[in-house]
């Protein structure tokens, strides 16, 4: 076993280290991001969260807005989960892996950005249970922790499980492995509901405070998700010899319209709720889509989004514009800005303008912060090229236990 | 039931110590640290852990700033739910509370932060919206304009306190709802909770002139704060739990401020409440406030 | 009519009965009926306000006279001779002062040209102090009080606000909050002037900073 272990984390490493001048470029790229992000996390850390555009009156900002996009993101692996092993529907199950290991690195992500908006990060231990003190069941940050782990370590057994069994050369065990993949669905269906009411249960804040909250989210990470799966599908497709069927993105492009349909839909009920009834509470979508007394810092950014997923609804809707790869991967790119904006920056801000006693206060990201979420991004992205870098030969078969082959 | 404590309090030390052994490790190298990063909760300290607490607490305190300081963790008292009356029609939004409340506790100087908010609204404009955060009060009051402070409002049924991951800020028994600076994680999430923007947090090491700072201490109130943590209005518990009356109170210059036992129905609460017309802020988020405005013309 | 529905009238008329029994029993009075104002007892009054004892005395920090021109018969000197408050009751003998008290209301030309009256109209100097004995005030019964019982006087027009003063909910107190608590009340006197009652206008305080940037970085660098 030792042995078979060592093997294979020299294998990994030969796998990691070499590859072709583009491999090279980009994790040069990634290290360069982290690096910056690291820099002005040295700033955070010896001057506090002060060096952020969060004050009193705007208490969460870009770092939670990310977390909540990148929760959506890895809710969506569900959306490959569900064709490839309940359908089975072979094109997706080929691929699913990729989808699940897309939800760990996006999970990792989600951690870093909690994490990185403490003010006392060092005292992450008291969250934790029997160290700590979790304040469960009462609160949902707690909750959102349980669930958060609790897909993490379910993605990284399926994929590590499914990899290994192919790396051994053994046949996977059905009844260890199934039940595990059934119950991720369900749970990728629950972090995001849990993140939902994170926000949902707060009488605080009426903006937030929208019983379609949870569907509002889960549509929205039915889009953006499967959305940056068709792209990253794609580019392993062109730098690796590993093969996806374009069955199975016109599949995922299917899914990814139906979802963008409820989406918008969802997000007009709401709108259609705030702005008819048009009590108090409808400042903060006003500030959202008008501006507030002279503030439109999320006007511009909120219309934008908006026409981005309905342009793009109207590109995965139409057969097509949806089979032609120019025009779908325009379609995924504005879909996952669109959602970016629309459930980031757009959702967490306005819930905090106007603050409860009716103060408002822009808020704006700050370099710092800015450096520090795309070190983030950086981070995640590299987690997910050197998992894939690895998963690839193994699934494709260039990677097996004591067995000599040529290494891409 | 005090064996079990004890077992209990063993086997969390043990496994606090292994789990977090790494970290003490890199910090072992000053004792003082380790021990502010492993220390417990308020909650399950024992007497002897919370002795051994404030000693340590006064005594950083005395280094950092030159002053002795008495820093009580009086527990509270039985028979006691605190209740706070606020005069509407005596109110001329002078902000001397503001600035009482700033010096009592131990407020940072820079950057500003201030437990009280004074609004300023327009006659016949009661949408928070509509208020003045930031008049200038010249001489008050001032025509045409009527004021309501707010500061925490200490819900009997506190969403900040059910959203806290950690548990980290609590109801006392007598109302209070406190704080502990050293369990605090800082993730703002009660902020996010609070219906009246009664919670601020250090976003920077908060600052306070040494000769400026009140030394008479209470482990969940008025101590100095770190950066990174919560803090909020605790009706002067470093007061108020040995019988005095808070800062905002004694201050008020008009009489405004009420303050009693709401368990007392002789209490001046309790008289408020029985004889004048009371309101609570946002009562329809049935958050239940101690804090009752009233009308006493 | 049959047997049960007897049973059923008898049972209703003597529900009837006894509502309108209970009715005309009730505790409204035949005049509270007419006016249809209920008064409240005097019992429920009593509990409300079973402090409501006016000889009761309130510890209260010294008046606010007393650092400035108290005592006030070292120039309104009652009585050379010590003649005592006898005279108070209209036995003055004339030889004893050395400014005789005017009782006429009429605005001061010579002496305290600085207080300017502005309560109520009628008022003037003697309706509240003690016209022989400077010293003191005077309730509208004759009794003399001191000044730390200025409470008792003022509570003779203002009755519903001194009510609240004695509960605590009028004015202000310092100490503790403990309703059987060491306390001081303030007088009326310490916050309204006596002469003029009515509020003047105060400074008001600082205006909250906004949130701002960069200045705290600096600072951090200095400690």
């Known amino acids: ?408 | ?297 | 009519m049959t047997k049960k529905s007897v049973c059923k009238y008898t049972f209703r008329l003597l529900i009837i009965t006894a509502l309108t029994c209970l009715f005309f029993s009730g505790s409204i009075t035949a005049e509270e009926a007419k006016t249809g104002i209920v008064k409240a007892g005097p019992k429920q009054e009593q509990q409300l306000y079973k402090n409501d004892n006016d000889t009761k005395l309130y510890p209260v920090p010294p008046p606010l006279v007393y650092q400035s021109l108290y005592p006030c018969q070292a120039c309104h000197r009652k009585d050379i001779r010590g003649v005592n408050s006898q005279l108070e009751k209209g036995n003055a003998f004339l030889g004893t002062y050395i400014h005789l008290p005017d009782p006429k209301p009429r605005i001061l030309i010579r002496m305290h040209r600085d207080i300017r009256l502005h309560h109520a109209k009628w008022m003037w100097c003697l309706n509240c102090h003690s016209t022989y004995e400077r010293n003191y005030l005077k309730l509208i019964t004759g009794e003399r009080i001191s000044f730390e019982q200025s409470y008792r006087l003022c509570g003779q027009c203002h009755g519903s606000i001194y009510r609240d003063w004695k509960l605590g909910i009028h004015g202000r107190r310092v100490g503790e909050w403990k309703s059987d608590g060491k306390k001081l009340y303030l007088l009326c006197t310490h916050c309204h002037d006596p002469h003029q009652p009515h509020f003047r206008k105060l400074p008001g305080m600082a205006i909250p900073e906004l949130p701002s940037y960069g200045r705290w970085e600096n600072l951090e660098e200095h400690e």
């Open chain 2, 1 to 297: 039931m005090k064996k079990e404590h004890d077992k209990k309090l063993t086997r969390r030390t043990f496994l606090k110590t292994a789990g977090v052994a790494a970290a003490s490790l890199a910090v072992s190298g000053c004792n003082g640290i380790s021990e502010e990063f492993l220390q417990s909760h308020f909650r399950e300290m024992g007497p002897d852990e919370i002795n051994q607490t404030r000693e340590r607490l006064e005594k950083q305190y005395k280094k950092k700033y030159g002053r002795t300081f008495h820093l009580g963790t009086e527990p509270a008292d039985p028979g006691i739910l605190f209740g706070y009356g606020l005069d509407l029609s005596r109110c001329i939004g002078c902000r001397r509370c503001v600035y009482a409340c700033v010096h009592e506790n131990n407020q940072s100087r820079m950057p500003q932060i201030q437990w009280i908010r004074v609004l300023r609204f327009k006659n016949g404009s009661r949408n928070f919206e509509e208020s003045d955060h930031y008049y200038d009060a010249g001489m008050v009051p001032k025509e045409g304009y009527y004021t309501i402070p707010i500061q925490c409002q200490q819900c009997e049924n506190p969403p900040c306190v059910k959203v806290c991951p950690t548990g980290a800020t609590w109801k006392e028994p007598d109302g209070i709802v406190v704080v502990d600076y050293n369990w605090c994680i800082g993730c703002r999430y009660c902020m996010a909770a609070c219906p009246y923007w009664a919670r601020h947090f250090n976003f920077a090491t908060p600052h306070v002139p040494a000769d400026k700072l009140n030394t008479n201490l209470h482990y969940l109130g008025n101590r100095p704060r770190m950066r990174g943590v919560v803090e909020k209005c605790t009706f002067c518990i470093q007061r108020t739990r040995k019988g005095r009356y808070p800062a905002c109170v004694e201050v008020c210059p008009v009489g405004a401020r009420k303050f009693g036992n709401l368990l007392d129905e002789n209490s001046e609460i309790s008289m408020i409440i029985k004889t004048k017309r009371v309101f609570r802020l946002k009562a329809d988020l049935n958050t239940q406030p101690k804090f009752y405005y009233f009308f006493s013309l």
């Open chain 1, 1 to 408: 076993m030792g042995k078979k272990i060592t093997h294979f984390l020299g294998q990994a490493f030969t796998q990691v280290v070499k590859g072709p001048p583009i491999y090279y470029a980009w994790i040069l790229f990634l290290f360069s991001v982290i690096g910056t992000g690291v820099w002005a996390y040295s700033h955070q850390f010896a001057q506090g969260l002060a060096i952020t555009g969060m004050t009193d009156q705007v208490s969460w900002g870009l770092y939670i807005s990310n977390f909540t996009f990148f929760v959506g993101v890895a809710a969506a692996a569900v959306l490959l989960t569900i064709p490839a092993y309940v359908y089975d529907f072979g094109p997706i199950r080929e691929i699913a892996i990729l989808g699940e290991i897309l939800a760990v690195c996006a999970i990792v992500v989600c951690i870093f950005f909690v994490v990185l908006d403490l003010g006392h990060p060092e005292r992450v231990w008291h969250l934790l249970p029997f160290i700590g003190r979790p304040n469960f069941p009462d609160s949902i940050l707690a909750w959102d922790i349980l669930v958060l782990n609790g897909y993490l370590i379910i993605n990284l057994f399926i994929s590590v499980y499914l990899l290994s069994v192919i790396y051994l050369e053994k046949k996977e065990k059905t009844w260890l492995i199934l039940p595990v993949i059934l119950l991720s669905i369900p749970w990728a269906v629950s972090i995001h509901t849990v993140t939902a009411y994170l926000y949902n249960g707060l009488g605080a804040r009426p903006f937030w405070n929208s019983a379609i909250l949870a569907p509002r989210f889960l549509a929205s990470a039915f889009c953006s998700g499967p959305a940056l799966c068709i792209i990253i599908f794609q580019l392993i497709r062109k730098f690796t010899n590993f093969h996806v069927k374009d069955a199975a993105l016109f599949k995922i492009a299917e899914m990814i319209c139906f979802a963008m349909g409820i989406n918008l839909f969802l997000a007009a009920a709401e709108i259609f709720k705030e702005l008819y009834t048009n009590t108090w509470h409808v400042a903060s979508i006003i500030y959202l889509f008008a501006g507030l007394e002279g503030h439109t810092g999320l006007v511009k950014w909120i219309w934008t989004g908006e026409s981005f997923n309905v342009i793009g609804f109207f590109l995965f809707l139409i057969p097509k514009t949806r089979k032609n790869f120019i025009t779908l991967n325009i379609a995924c790119i504005i879909v996952v800005i669109g959602v970016w904006i629309e459930k980031g920056m757009g959702f967490v801000i306005p819930g905090f303008i106007p603050t409860p006693l009716g103060e408002i206060w822009e808020y704006t990201p700050r370099l710092y912060e800015v450096l520090i979420s795309t070190g983030v991004f950086g981070v995640g992205m590299l987690l997910y090229t050197l998992f894939v870098k690895i998963a690839i030969p193994i699934e494709t078969g260039e990677m097996r236990v004591f067995k000599k082959k040529e290494i891409l």
